[in-house]
């Protein structure tokens, strides 16, 4: 296997691993055994762990971008964005374990990629909820949607129908919330 290859299978093995059980199921002996490689070349490639998570995060761009890319294309909430949450879905809980680190450079990388999914789902979420005079108020709202995604989505859950449910749950519960307010302000 030449460097590039050999590099590349253990980013590639703890990305996945990182998605399902964040840092700490990063563990070079046991990716070393995974792979049936000396962990030797773990530090030729890489030098320690912490090369070897930048390392991870490059891959986690390129791999976002692809998702955001596909995006792009999204016409519709439900079914189609779902269905891209799904086709993605590994980079998507790996996204998840950024969050749930804490580590700063994990965070900013998640926080840069969410505002890049933001800016391309603003107007598709905005139509699925109605919301054309206020998309500000839409897109607070789907930060929040999003957060509830992250929360509750795993290897195991992440497929259309329980992402389906939860936009569902998700949109019945801010129609009541804006009529509440409605009838609030109608009673002055």
């Not at 055994?33 to 030797?40: A, D, G, T, V």
């Not at 809980?93 to 789902?121: G, H, M, R």
Request: proline share 2%; net charge negative.
């Amino acid at each position: 296997m030449d460097r590039s290859k050999n590099a590349s299978a253990w980013t590639e093995e703890a990305y996945t691993l990182f998605a399902k059980e964040g840092a700490d199921g990063i563990q070079i002996e046991r990716l070393a055994r995974i792979l049936q490689l000396n962990k030797s070349g773990f530090y030729h490639y890489f030098g320690d762990l912490e090369g070897f998570f930048t390392a991870l995060l490059h891959l986690h761009e390129q791999k976002a971008d692809v998702f955001l890319e596909d995006l792009r294309h999204v016409k519709t909430i439900d079914p189609e964005y779902l269905h891209a949450v799904v086709r993605h879905k590994v980079p998507i809980l790996f996204q998840v374990q950024l969050i749930q680190t804490k580590t700063p450079a994990f965070v900013n990388l998640a926080s840069k990629i969410d505002a890049q999914e933001d800016l391309i789902v603003r107007e598709v979420w905005t139509d699925y909820l109605g919301f054309h005079d206020n998309e500000d108020l839409a897109m607070q709202y789907f930060n929040l949607v999003r957060d509830m995604f992250y929360t509750r989505m795993s290897f195991q859950n992440l497929c259309y129908p329980f992402l389906h449910g939860l936009m569902t749950e998700a949109k019945v519960l801010m129609q009541q919330f804006v009529n509440s307010n409605l009838a609030c302000e109608a009673d002055g």
